[in-house]
């Protein structure tokens, strides 16, 4: 299973973006999907994550960002709004799926100037 991660670039404070991650191989049960990030110097951090029906966010993001999935599209999305600067950082998409699969993606740049 592969995980292709794009959309990331450089925008306003304000701004918005969208993450895409598209999953390729062979995915039969999902368990749980989500997005981290890493700003420069710093640990990777969950921000946001989606298991079943239950949905959770960072509090730092909560309320700006959206996390879905498209099943026809085989896509995780991160929908970003009211960009800050201390949102800057790497995001990578991550996969449980198949009980004990785990897959990355490669990591997308967020840069939001102030």
């Known amino acids: 299973v592969q995980l292709q991660a794009s959309g990331g670039g450089l925008v306003q404070a304000g701004g918005s973006l969208r993450l895409s991650c598209v999953v390729s191989?062979?995915?039969?049960?999902?368990?749980?999907m989500g997005w981290y990030r890493q700003a420069l110097g710093k640990q990777r951090e969950l921000i946001a994550s989606?298991?079943?029906?239950?949905?959770n966010y960072a509090d730092s993001v909560k309320g700006r960002f959206t996390i879905s999935r498209d099943n026809a599209k085989n896509t995780i999305y991160l929908q970003m709004n009211s960009l800050k600067p201390d949102d800057t950082g790497l995001y990578y998409c991550?996969?449980?799926?198949?009980?004990?699969?785990?897959?990355w993606g490669q990591g997308t740049q967020v840069t939001v100037s102030s």
């Open positions: 191989g062979s995915v039969r049960t999902i368990n749980a």
């Open positions: 989606k298991s079943g029906g239950t949905t």
């Open positions: 991550n996969l449980r799926f198949n009980g004990w699969g785990n897959a």
